[in-house]
């Protein structure tokens, strides 16, 4: 491994990878571990320099953490309103992160109806079973493994009722059927819609693949936190659907609305463990 150093204005690490993005990243004091690109990272924050020990380049660590995206200029556009204004402030430097989109589909679809805690559970048992071993860790399976792993195999993996999606999902992206890396050349909509061709992707799902992996800054994706958060400061507490909600937020927040989106989700999911 090599370390070096990165300036970072406008950067908090911490609450980068707190915010619940990204679950293959551990902290151990005032050091992050993490699995970036099937090589483990270890990063950590000194003011405006962020210390990087990996084998990874700059250049992917740069692109991975959104390094490259004008922060006060996205701000700009997304602080709308004082509330927003409030919650910026209070996450100021948390960005969001280009994943892997084969990761981030599989580890989306371990999202539903879960927690956090059991997401990050299912994830390091499919890397354990068919990851690679990249020396005290694992890299994260190729679609050809999981798709060909038995049904003993796949159970240890304690997936539930996702199981079958994620078997599902790895033999279209095997067979060339879903080619995710196609679908940055894509526009939001039509990218959407060929993720929800997937058994097992709805809005959300595709729409969190879309912003932390395939470059889609408008997308907002809905769960429980921002549903409630949303109804209850924009829609004066009345009962809208899913739809109305997207369609504010794009209307409102513009074409950085998944900034938007991350910032709100963070703010509400600490709000709501007080």
Same mark, same amino acid.
């Given at each position: 491994m090599k370390t070096y150093q990165i300036p970072v204005p406008t950067f908090d690490l911490d609450?980068?990878?707190?915010?619940?993005?990204?679950?293959?990243?551990?902290?151990?004091?005032?050091?992050?571990?993490?699995?970036?690109?099937?090589?483990i990272v270890r990063a950590r924050q000194r003011g405006d320099m962020l210390v990087i020990e990996s084998d990874l380049s700059k250049k992917d660590i740069i692109n991975y953490f959104r390094l490259d995206d004008d922060l006060e200029n996205i701000y700009k556009h997304i602080g709308k309103d004082k509330l927003m204004k409030k919650i910026i402030a209070r996450y100021n430097g948390l960005r969001l992160i280009r994943q892997d989109s084969w990761e981030c589909l599989v580890s989306y679809i371990c999202s539903i109806n879960n927690r956090i805690p059991q997401i990050e559970s299912m994830i390091q048992n499919l890397c354990t079973q068919f990851g690679d071993d990249i020396g005290g860790a694992y890299g994260f399976p190729c679609p050809e493994r999981i798709y060909k792993?038995?049904? @003993?195999? +796949? #159970?240890?993996?304690?997936?539930?009722?996702?199981?079958?999606?994620?078997? %599902? &999902?790895?033999?279209?992206?095997?067979?060339?059927?879903?080619?995710? @890396?196609? +679908? #940055?050349?894509?526009?939001?909509?039509?990218?959407?819609?060929?993720?929800? %061709? &997937?058994?097992?992707?709805?809005?959300?799902?595709?729409?969190?693949?879309?912003?932390?992996?395939?470059?889609?800054?408008?997308?907002?994706?809905?769960?429980?936190?921002?549903?409630?958060?949303?109804?209850?400061?924009y829609f004066q507490n009345k009962v809208v659907s899913d739809e109305k909600i997207r369609e504010l937020a794009r209307g409102y927040f513009g074409k950085y609305a998944g900034y938007a989106q991350e910032y709100l989700f963070y703010y509400e999911r600490s709000e709501s463990r007080k």
């Open positions: 609450h980068t990878l707190r915010c619940g993005q990204v679950f293959r990243w551990r902290e151990n004091k005032e050091e992050w571990t993490g699995i970036v690109l099937n090589s792993a038995s049904q @003993s195999e +796949l #159970k240890k993996c304690k997936l539930g009722f996702r199981e079958r999606w994620i078997r %599902g &999902v790895a033999k279209k992206v095997y067979d060339d059927r879903l080619q995710l @890396s196609q +679908l #940055k050349n894509l526009d939001y909509q039509s990218a959407k819609k060929t993720l929800m %061709g &997937v058994e097992g992707v709805g809005h959300k799902v595709a729409d969190c693949v879309l912003l932390f992996s395939l470059d889609k800054l408008e997308a907002f994706p809905i769960d429980v936190h921002i549903r409630r958060f949303m109804r209850r400061e």
